[in-house]
C-alpha cells in the first residue's frame, strides 16, 4: 500500500474511502499494462460483445434509468438535464452502434508518427501508445459511461469513472454488463471500474491519485470543470461549456441560414454544441429576423434580444431584452440570446468576448468573410455554412466521442481514439554507445 500512499502524497494516514478508491485506481493501472498487450481483434471482439450485451441486458438497464428519471424529476432537475440523464430503447441502440462504430475503426495504437535511421545507424521512431488510467468525472450522462469504457478499451486504457449521483443506477448497471462481458472475453474487469459508491470524496481523492491516474476529463457544467482543472492534482484535459454562436452575414442565402440556426438552436437543446447566441448583420436584419424570429416562437424558444430585436419582433412574438448575462449564457434550454451587429468585425468582436472556445459558426456566400471568420475565431470548432450540432466525435468519423476540448494542449475539439493516446521513442541500436 506503500505506493497508493505515495501516489497522493498524502501526510496523514489514509482512511478507508481514500483506500478503497486508490485501490480501484491501482487495480486499474494493473489492468491497463494486461490491455497494451492485447490485440486489436481482441479488443474489437469486445466491443461487438458490449454492444450486444447492453441490447440484450436492455430491460435491466432501462428499469435503473427509470428509477434515476423519477428519483431525479421529484428533486426538480433541470429539463436539460434530464434529457441527458434518459436513456430510451432507441438511445440504448444508438449507443450500442457507437461501439460498433469503434470497433471498425482502425487502432491507433502501434501507428508511427515518425521514424529515421540516424548517422551513427541507430533506428529511432516515436510510436502511439496508451495513455495508461483515464479518470471520467462527469454528470447526469450515462452515454458518457460507455463512451468512455469503448474509447478507453479501444484505445487501450482503463477507464475510472464518476458518473454523478443523478445517474448512479443507470451507471451502476451499465458498469456491471460491461464487466461482465469483459470477463467473458477474456479481459481484466478492472478496465472499467466506477467510483460512484464514493461520492464527492471519492471525485476528490480520484483528482489526487497522480502517479495512478494518467489524466482525467471531467465533463459537465461549467463549476464542475473549473472545480477539476483547480483541484487536481492529476493532468486535466478540460472540456468547455459551449457558449456557441450562429452569425448571419450580410451576404447569405438567408433560407439556407434559417434552416442553420433553427437546427443549431432547437435539434437538441440540452447538449454542449447548441447554440445559444445568433448575431445577425444589420443589412439583412429586418428581412432575416422576420422569418427568424416567428419560428423560434413557434419552436416554444425564449427570446432575449438587444433593441434592435425588440424593434423588429413582429406582432405576437414576444422578446425580452437582453444583458449582458444573456450573451454569457449557456442556457441548455429552449432560449436564445439574438444581437444585431454592424459588421463582421463587431460579430467578431461580441465572439472573442462572450464564446467558450467551443464551436461558432459563419451563415455566408462571401468567401472573404468566411475566411475572415475562420481565421480570427479562436474556437476548438469553426462551422461555414454548416449547424454547430455538427461538432461530435461521431459526425466527424472519430467514432463515439470522450468529450470536446476547449484547450489548446494535447487536444482539442472532439476527443476520439487517438486524443486518448501519448507517444513513446524507441530507439533501437547495434552495441551503440555514446
Known amino acids: 500500500m506503500t505506493t ?17 478508491v486508490l485501490d480501484i485506481a491501482a487495480r486499474a493501472k494493473v489492468a491497463a499494462r494486461t490491455l497494451a498487450q492485447a490485440s486489436t481483434q481482441t479488443k474489437d471482439r469486445a466491443l461487438e460483445a458490449i454492444a450486444a450485451a447492453l441490447v440484450a441486458n436492455q430491460d435491466l438497464i432501462l428499469r435503473a434509468n427509470a428509477r434515476d428519471m423519477d428519483r431525479e424529476r421529484a428533486a426538480g432537475l433541470s429539463e436539460g438535464l434530464l434529457d441527458r440523464l434518459l436513456l430510451t430503447p432507441e ?3 444508438g449507443i450500442a452502434d457507437a461501439l460498433r462504430d469503434l470497433a471498425a475503426l482502425r487502432d491507433p495504437i502501434g501507428d508511427v508518427i515518425r521514424g529515421y535511421t540516424l548517422p551513427n545507424g541507430m533506428r529511432v521512431r516515436q510510436v502511439r501508445v496508451p495513455m495508461g ?7 447526469a450522462r450515462p452515454n458518457v459511461t460507455v463512451d468512455a469504457a469503448g474509447i478507453g ?7 475510472v469513472l464518476r458518473g454523478g449521483s443523478a445517474a448512479l443506477e443507470s451507471n451502476t448497471a451499465l458498469v456491471s454488463v460491461i464487466s461482465e462481458t469483459l470477463v467473458e472475453q ?5 478496465l472499467v471500474q466506477s467510483i460512484d459508491a464514493y461520492g464527492r470524496e471519492g471525485s476528490v481523492v480520484l483528482m489526487r491519485a497522480r502517479g495512478l491516474v494518467d489524466v482525467l476529463v471531467p465533463r459537465g457544467g461549467a463549476g464542475l470543470i473549473q472545480t477539476v482543472v483547480r483541484e487536481s492534482l492529476v493532468p486535466v484535459i478540460e472540456t468547455g461549456v459551449g457558449n456557441c454562436h450562429v452569425y448571419v452575414d450580410s451576404r447569405v442565402d438567408e433560407d439556407e441560414a434559417l434552416g442553420i440556426v433553427m437546427n443549431s438552436k432547437t435539434h437538441r437543446v ?7 447566441s445568433i448575431l445577425v448583420h444589420r443589412e439583412v436584419a429586418y428581412s432575416f429576423l422576420a422569418k427568424l424570429l416567428p419560428r423560434l416562437s413557434q419552436a416554444g424558444v425564449v427570446i432575449h434580444g438587444d433593441a434592435d430585436v425588440v424593434a423588429r419582433a413582429p406582432e405576437g412574438v414576444e422578446v425580452a431584452l437582453a444583458n449582458d448575462g444573456d450573451w454569457g449564457t449557456e ?3 429552449l432560449e436564445v440570446s439574438i444581437r444585431v451587429v454592424d459588421s463582421l468585425d463587431q460579430a467578431l468582436q461580441h465572439i472573442q468576448k462572450w464564446s467558450s472556445g467551443h464551436t461558432d459558426a459563419i451563415c455566408t456566400s462571401s468567401l472573404q468573410s468566411s475566411e475572415r471568420f475562420i481565421a480570427e475565431v479562436d474556437s476548438a470548432v469553426v462551422n461555414v455554412n454548416a449547424s454547430t450540432r455538427f461538432t461530435d466525435g461521431g459526425e466527424f468519423g472519430l467514432g463515439a466521442e470522450i468529450g470536446i476540448s476547449t484547450q489548446k494542449l494535447h487536444a482539442r475539439g472532439p476527443m476520439g481514439l487517438a486524443e486518448l ?6 530507439v533501437v541500436g547495434d552495441g551503440h554507445v555514446r
Open 4 to 20: 497508493v500512499n505515495n501516489a497522493v502524497n498524502s501526510q496523514s494516514a489514509p482512511d478507508a474511502l481514500e483506500l478503497a
Open 91 to 93: 438511445r440504448l441502440d
Open 133 to 139: 488510467v483515464v479518470g471520467m468525472i462527469y454528470e
Open 153 to 159: 478499451l479501444k484505445s487501450g486504457n482503463a477507464v
Open 186 to 190: 477474456g479481459l481484466p474487469a478492472d
Open 270 to 276: 440540452s447538449v454542449c454544441n447548441a447554440a445559444e
Open 331 to 333: 442556457y441548455l434550454a
Open 421 to 426: 493516446t501519448t507517444t513513446k521513442w524507441i
